[in-house]
């Protein structure tokens, strides 16, 4: 484009002083004489712009590409590191469930465990008080006989 606007530009230049110029003078001959040549001037110009304006547009592409290329890898990377963060969490509260569950499971027995000492405690005292009674029946029993034996021998005598 800047190409094109160049070219514009020296053609209406030299219409405006080929008009402006006598056809008899000097100078006109001058500026006549180069036009010829002046074409293969501007195109090997306008070829040398092209190239100039292809590399520019080419590198600017990479450019773009590499920007859209690093952004992308960015954003994976981005995404990787909120995956493992995700999980770091998921595995935390998994972790803290369990760790829950096991101090539920580990009252529960504490319950359990006084509940059957309880149990044990119980037994033992009404084991205890099961031979309190045996043993005071049997002393009443051999108290009884005693008496009974007592009671005999002094009617025999």
């Known amino acids: ?3 094109r606007s160049l070219t514009l530009k020296l053609w209406l230049l030299a219409i405006v002083l080929a008009k402006a110029l ?3 003078s000097p100078a006109y001959g001058q500026i006549i004489q180069p036009i010829p040549q002046q074409p293969e001037f501007f195109q090997e110009r306008m070829r040398q712009q092209q190239e100039q304006g292809i590399q520019q547009t080419q590198e600017q592409m990479k450019e773009t590409w590499l920007r859209l290329n690093l952004q992308q890898q960015q954003q994976l990377q981005l995404q990787q590191l909120q995956q493992q963060q995700e999980f770091a969490r998921q595995r935390q509260e998994l972790i ?6 096991l101090q539920q499971e580990q009252t529960r027995l504490q319950q359990q465990q006084f509940t059957q000492q309880q149990q044990l405690r119980i037994q033992q005292q009404q084991l205890r008080q099961d031979q309190q009674i045996r043993q005071q029946q049997q002393f009443r029993l051999q108290e009884q006989r005693r008496q009974q034996e007592l009671r005999q021998q002094k009617q025999n005598l």
Not at 96 to 101: G, K, L, M, V
Request: net charge positive; hydrophobic share 35%; charged share 15%.
């Open 96 to 101: 803290r469930q369990q760790q829950f569950r």
């Open 22 to 24: 006598p056809v008899n």
């Open 1 to 3: 484009m800047l190409n």
